[in-house]
């Protein structure tokens, strides 16, 4: 919403000197996908839309397939399974992806394996002689 956007302008503005973005989704909120739009929406209103970004698909336990409202005729697509949404969002994607359950510890090895080859690929590119993180 564009009221916090204004209370964490300083906050936001760090975005602008940092190297990798960590974009983590609350899947489990019905309106996530309105929620990433609108982050990406205010990452470009900070000329930080080209920014190296991981996407963090969380609480995948949590995650509940929408139901279809017969009634509704407005809807035009039927809802996606989670499995759906996963495979749909890495066709369409270039970001790395991943998804997980912080509180089951699901993923989460994986997740601190794609920062690690993130961060290292960074390192490596401006400091190619430096062998510190491998």
């Known amino acids: 919403p564009h009221h916090l956007v204004e ?7 760090e975005v602008r000197e940092a190297d990798v973005l960590v974009h983590v989704v609350d899947v489990s909120h019905p309106n996530f996908e309105d929620q990433i739009h609108t982050v990406n929406e205010t990452l470009n209103d900070l000329g930080a839309r080209d920014k190296d970004t991981i996407m963090i698909f969380n609480k995948i336990d949590a995650y509940v397939t929408p139901e279809i409202d017969e009634f509704n005729l407005e809807e035009e697509v039927a809802p996606l399974t989670l499995g759906d949404f996963k495979k749909s969002w890495m066709a ?30 960074l390192h490596t590119s401006r400091y190619p002689y430096d062998k510190l993180l491998y």
């Not at 209370?7 to 503005?13: A, G, I, N």
């Not at 997740?111 to 961060?119: A, H, R, S, T």
Request: net charge positive; glycine share 0%.
């Open 7 to 13: 209370c964490f302008k300083s906050t936001l503005d």
């Open 92 to 121: 369409h994607n270039n970001a790395p992806a991943i998804f997980i359950s912080a509180t089951k510890k699901e993923n989460i090895e994986e997740f601190k394996q794609l920062l690690y080859d993130k961060v290292k690929a």
